[in-house]
Structure formats: structure tokens, C-alpha cells
């Protein structure tokens, strides 16, 4: 078991929440979360999964308060309530970090299903409008707050297989600026009250996938550890300098 940071890591009394928190990126962003010092208040879609990650984080880091809530991310209501619950228990929103994923693909454009963008759009565009719209004036409100979407690389330079993947990414990243210039303009002249912004990768990689693949090079991929590393890391930085970015984890395209 690591040792307790008992709030005293740079993330100190800060409370984030994280989106899609069940998967293995939400799992270690759980854990970088929790070791930084801050509240992390985890949501997923998938009761089971989400209770597991949020016990992994609670065992490794015992000083660090760490809850998981189901939420329908796909309505917007159950999306406010979670934001609304957030801060009124804990007093303070400091982050939201969207991890919600989803892939779908075909072999070639012309194979391309449209059902899958029925489903992309819903996991990658609607989930990113609903926590947004929900978390904005919470973060604003925070004096430090962080609105943070994962992305992929593909989302500019979409390939024949991943249109409908590289078009939901890319409306989702568009969103997320969005959301930057809204609070640049709630700034004014001075600083944001906040800042949005863009981590993007090729693609994600975990332990057990180089267990089930070991000979395999995941050229280009991004650690889950290191995302959860960087994504702690944009705190680090004023939020005028974050506003609006996009921090690339893999060679730029």
C-alpha cells in the first residue's frame, strides 16, 4: 500500500470529479488523483466496475477521500444533479476530467456504419456536452477550476476506417473550446475564472493489454499512468496558459 497523502499533495484540498471513471485511464487518473491530495468524486455509467476503481484508490491511498457515483451522463438532468451534489457536499468543484470512451470502426469509408455514429455521438459528443454544460458555472465559481477532455489524434486526421470516431472526437473537442471562450469572455480583460482544454493521444495503453500482448510495440501510445500524470499536471500551470489548448502526449499530427 503506498503511504497516505492525507490532503497534502499539490492537489491539496482541490475536488475533482472525473466522468468515465470505471475504465483503466479512469482508473489511474483515480489513483494520480488521490495521491496529489485532492476529493475525487467519480462517476460511471457502470455500477460494479466503478465501485472497484473507486476501492482500489480508497486501498492505495488512505489519506485521500475518494466516492463513486452512477450517473447517466446521457441526460443532462442526471448530469446537473451530480454537479450540484458535488459542490454542495463538498463546498468547491476544482475539476471535471471526461473520460468517457468508445470506438467503433470499419475497414474501409465506404464500409462505414452509421449506427455507429448514432452510438459515438452519445459516448463522445453528448456526454461532453452534458458534463459541460453541468460543470461550468461550478468551475468557474472554483477560482482554480480545470475542464479537461481526452481526445485522440485522429480527430485531425481522420482516417477512411474512423470517420465516424474522428468526426464525434473532433465536434467534442470543438465543444470543449467552446467552453474556453466562454470563460475567457467571463474573464474579460483579466484571467479566466477557469480554463478548458484538449489532452490528446494516439491511443491508450495499460498493463494488462502488454500482458496479453507482449511482443507488441504500442508505438506511439500514451500510458494510462502518464495521461493520469499529465492531467494532474495542468494545475500546475495559470489559467490563462491553459485556456483553450490542446497538450498533445503524442507526436503532433
Do not use: C
Not at 468524486?41 to 463513486?68: I, K, N
Not at 451522463?73 to 475539476?95: C, I, N, P
Not at 460543470?135 to 477550476?145: C, K, Q, T, W
Not at 490528446?200 to 506511439?220: Q, S, T, W, Y
Amino acid at each position: 500500500m503506498s503511504t497516505p497523502t492525507n490532503g497534502n499533495g499539490p492537489l491539496a484540498g482541490a475536488v475533482v470529479a472525473v466522468a468515465g471513471a470505471a475504465g483503466p485511464a479512469g482508473r489511474a487518473t483515480l489513483l494520480r488523483l488521490a495521491e496529489a491530495g485532492a476529493t475525487v468524486v467519480a462517476a460511471d455509467a457502470d455500477a460494479a466496475r466503478l465501485a472497484e476503481a473507486v476501492d482500489a484508490a480508497r486501498y492505495a491511498h488512505g489519506g485521500a477521500t475518494v466516492t463513486g457515483d452512477t450517473v447517466d451522463l446521457l441526460d443532462l438532468g442526471a448530469a446537473r444533479a451530480w454537479a450540484d451534489r458535488t459542490e454542495k457536499e463538498f463546498g468547491r468543484v476544482d475539476g471535471l476530467v471526461h473520460l468517457v470512451g468508445g470506438w467503433r470502426g470499419s475497414a474501409t469509408f465506404a464500409e462505414t456504419d452509421l449506427d455507429d455514429w448514432a452510438l459515438l455521438e452519445k459516448l463522445l459528443i453528448r456526454t461532453v456536452q452534458h458534463t459541460s454544460l453541468a460543470f461550468e458555472a461550478p468551475l468557474a465559481r472554483s477560482g482554480r477550476g480545470r475542464y479537461l477532455l481526452i481526445s485522440a489524434a485522429g480527430a485531425s486526421k481522420p482516417t477512411a476506417g474512423n470517420a465516424a470516431y474522428a468526426a464525434s472526437k473532433a465536434a467534442a473537442e470543438a465543444w470543449t473550446l467552446a467552453l474556453a471562450d466562454s470563460f475567457r469572455k467571463a474573464g474579460g480583460e483579466g484571467a479566466p475564472p477557469a480554463a478548458a482544454a484538449i489532452l490528446i493521444v494516439k491511443a491508450l495503453v495499460h498493463d494488462a493489454m502488454r500482458a496479453e500482448r507482449p511482443n507488441a510495440k504500442f508505438a506511439g501510445f500514451t500510458d494510462v499512468k502518464d495521461l493520469a500524470q499529465a492531467i494532474v499536471g495542468v494545475w500546475d500551470k495559470p489559467a490563462q496558459e491553459v485556456n483553450g489548448t490542446r497538450l498533445w502526449l503524442t507526436p503532433q499530427q
